[in-house]
Each structure stands twice: as structure tokens, then as C-alpha cells.
Nanobody, 124 residues
């Protein structure tokens, strides 16, 4: 069993920055890929960034490339999402999730454990 708790969301002006954190508990955390997803009102949940454990390989959706950075600290059982140059279209509830394997999954169906989500609101 893995428990995930996100923090760091909030209200920020366009062009600003936020860093999201996801603290995990459970012995499987450090061996699996971790991802950040988001869901805006009326829209489907979408992948934002993913990082593997073994090689720290990363994936970013096109709209956040060059602005967001995903990282993980296995010693602290924490994964981060540094978000810069935020845009109003980044407004959403952000979720972290732990995959069942150490694979760069983009599909949310491959993620077994989910946090409760943290709201990110970017004002124009």
C-alpha cells in the first residue's frame, strides 16, 4: 500500500512559479515511476510529467516542456513538480500518482495509487 499526500498548490499570477511536493509512504514508492496529472473543470485528467526510478527518465506533455520540471528524492520519499512561467491554462487540480511498475507511463490507468490533489490557480 502507498499513501500519497500533495502540497504546494495555491493562487499565483501568470508568469509566477510554484513547487508541488508529493510525500509518499509505503515500501514500493522508491521502485516505481511517479507521475503528476492534472484535471481542470469540465476536462479529462491529463498527464503532466512522469519520472522513473531506475534511470530518472522523464516525460513532459508538450504544453509544459521548458516550464515544468519533475524530480524525485528517494531518500525522502518525495517527488516534486517545479512549475515556472505559469499560465492561466495551467489552472487545475494537480494529482501525484505512483505507477505499479518503473515504466514511463503516460496513461493514468497504469497508476495504482493517487493523492488527494492540490489546487493550482493561475490568474491572468
Amino acid at each position: 500500500q502507498v499513501q500519497l499526500v500533495e502540497s504546494g498548490g495555491g493562487l499565483v499570477q501568470a508568469g509566477g512559479s510554484l513547487r508541488l511536493s508529493c510525500a509518499a509512504s509505503g515500501r514500493t514508492f522508491s521502485r516505481n515511476a511517479m507521475g503528476w496529472f492534472r484535471q481542470a473543470p469540465g476536462k479529462e485528467r491529463e498527464s503532466v510529467a512522469v519520472i522513473t526510478w531506475s534511470t530518472a527518465s522523464t516525460y513532459y506533455r508538450d504544453s509544459v516542456k521548458g516550464r515544468f520540471t519533475i524530480s524525485r528524492d528517494n531518500a525522502k520519499n518525495t517527488v516534486y513538480l517545479q512549475m515556472t512561467s505559469l499560465k492561466p491554462e495551467d489552472t487545475a487540480v494537480y494529482y501525484c500518482a505512483a505507477a505499479s511498475t518503473d515504466t514511463l507511463w503516460v496513461d493514468s490507468k497504469q497508476y495504482r495509487y493517487w493523492g488527494q490533489g492540490t489546487q493550482v490557480t493561475v490568474s491572468s
